[in-house]
């Protein structure tokens, strides 16, 4: 079944440092989201992002993030200048352009710890 | 803007006894409707939804939930629940006609004791 692969799984970085984390959509997906979840909280929307543009995101996510779609099979968020209340789990989405399927397929999640 | 409440954050039950989790979306558009579970350190799966048609949806494992528009409810029940049912379970909601994002809710510990 196809599925949505996030690296890295597990990533420390100190504050104030720069963070990549990386996600391969499903290949026929046009539609990406990004989601975070804080320890023992619930799942929090951060970006959607369709044809190469940021389609909608909330207030968490705010200047120290960006998405990008570098090449035909990558989805990147960046976290320019982590905080320690950046330390969360991160879960990257997709969703089939069939609109009547309308369900997101989340990866595994990639758990950013800011010491 | 669509919401999702789960009163109970935590559900403990004895294996083989039936279990119901609850879930109540607000919306002033009409919706589609998700349960996702997560197991311990893994990511989110879907479990089941409900889209159109039939307001009872089964998942293959079981559990089935049913969708109640005037009492915005979507809750998910099980008759018999298992040790590996042991997981969070997220309602979640999102408006028709687009792909706008997904609403979770706060998520239901489900802890089943042998």
């Known amino acids: 079944e196809p599925e949505v692969t996030q690296t890295p799984s597990h990533q420390v970085t100190q504050m104030g440092q720069e963070v990549i984390l990386r996600c391969v959509p499903i290949?026929?997906?046009?539609?990406f989201y990004w989601y975070r979840q804080i320890l023992g909280q619930k799942v929090e929307f951060l970006v959607s992002f369709y044809n190469n543009e940021i389609s909608e995101k909330s207030e968490i996510f705010d200047d120290q993030f960006s998405v990008e779609r570098p090449d035909g099979s990558n989805f990147t968020l960046k976290i320019r200048s982590t905080k320690l209340e950046d330390s969360a789990m991160y879960f990257c989405?997709?969703?089939?352009?069939?609109?009547?399927?309308?369900?997101?397929?989340f990866g595994a999640g990639s758990r950013l710890t800011v010491l | 803007a669509q919401s999702v409440t789960q009163l109970d954050s935590q559900v403990p039950v004895f294996e083989e006894a039936p279990v119901e989790l609850r879930c109540n979306y607000s919306?002033?558009?009409?919706?589609?409707l998700f349960w996702y579970v997560q197991y311990p350190n893994q990511g989110l799966q879907l479990l089941l939804k409900?889209?159109?048609?039939?307001?009872l949806v089964e998942s293959i494992n079981g559990f089935e939930a049913e969708f109640n528009k005037s009492q915005t409810s979507f809750h998910l029940r099980k008759p018999s629940v298992h040790i590996s049912d042991t997981a969070e379970y997220f309602c979640a909601v999102t408006a028709r006609g687009g792909y706008q994002k997904v609403t979770f809710g706060t998520g239901t510990k489900l802890q089943v004791i042998p």
């Open positions: 919306s002033s558009v009409s919706v589609y």
């Open positions: 989405a997709s969703r089939e352009t069939d609109i009547s399927a309308n369900v997101l397929t």
């Open positions: 409900y889209l159109s048609g039939s307001t």
């Open positions: 290949s026929n997906h046009l539609y």
